[in-house]
T-cell receptor, first 115, second 114 residues
Framework: AQTVTQSQPEMSVQEAETVTLSCTYD???????LFWYKQPPSRQMILVIR??????QNATENRFSVNFQKAAKSFSLKISDSQLGDTAMYFC????????????FGKGTHLIIQP | DTAVSQTPKYLVTQMGNDKSIKCEQN?????MYWYKQDSKKFLKIMFS???????INETVPNRFSPKSPDKAHLNLHINSLELGDSAVYFC?????????????FGNGTRLTVT
């Protein structure tokens, strides 16, 4: 079964610092995508970044980047120069699982950026 | 234009009632979904719908039923509401099924059952 684990329920850093959110997953698939979503207090679910498993190069989107370790099944999100607007729940997601098509989400990490 | 829109934004109702949540996407996507987010923020897939094929998460009670009048709409009907149904319900869509296309979410409907 596909599982996604986020081991940090909550993290807090100062503005402008760099923070890394961890995510591990379990799969027998060889080719797949991985996703990070952000949910600010407004409740909206926003795609932050995605990574193709067969691409060795780590994905980057402005201040957001991933550290993808396929053999270790690890997919961490690094946020550089953190801003107050980065305060949100962050969810790692992986295809399949749950008995229906779509993405399976981790339990989330609540990230707080302190001024 | 909003890509995935769902209504209402908030829904407060009493136990035993029947209610519906509407969802529409204007992205031309082939697959639509319903997710439930509980009070601990855990997101759980309920249904996916692609080309008239419905895939149901086996843990979803049969009081919940999706209805798709066309490819752009997937409405959620809930019968005999229970206190435990209180949650935020998200509609989403993706270009294709299989989980390798990113999901585009609506803004959620907060359902409160009293």
């Amino acid at each position: 079964a596909q599982t996604v684990t986020q081991s940090q329920p909550e993290m807090s850093v100062q503005e402008a610092e760099t923070v890394t959110l961890s995510c591990t997953y379990d799969t027998s698939e060889n080719n797949y995508y991985l996703f990070w979503y952000k949910q600010p207090p407004s409740r909206q679910m926003i795609l932050v970044i995605r990574q193709e498993a067969y691409k060795q190069q780590n994905a980057t989107e402005n201040r957001f980047s991933v550290n993808f370790q396929k053999a270790a099944k690890s997919f961490s999100l690094k946020i550089s120069d953190s801003q107050l607007g980065d305060t949100a729940m962050y969810f790692c997601a992986f295809p399949g699982g749950g008995g229906a098509d779509g993405l399976t989400f981790g339990k989330g990490t609540h990230l707080i950026i302190q001024p | 234009d909003t890509a995935v829109s769902q209504t209402p934004k908030y829904l407060v109702t009493q136990m035993g009632n029947d209610k519906s949540i509407k969802c529409e996407q204007n992205l031309g996507h082939d697959t639509m979904y319903w997710y439930k987010q509980d009070s601990k923020k855990f997101l759980k897939i309920m249904f996916s719908y692609n080309n008239k094929e419905l895939i149901i998460n086996e843990t979803v009670p049969n009081r919940f039923s999706p209805k798709s009048p066309d490819k752009a709409h997937l409405n959620l009907h809930i019968n005999s509401l229970e206190l435990g149904d209180s949650a935020v319900y998200f509609c989403a869509s993706s270009r294709s099924s299989g989980g390798n296309s990113p999901l585009h979410f609506g803004n959620g409907t907060r359902l409160t059952v009293t």
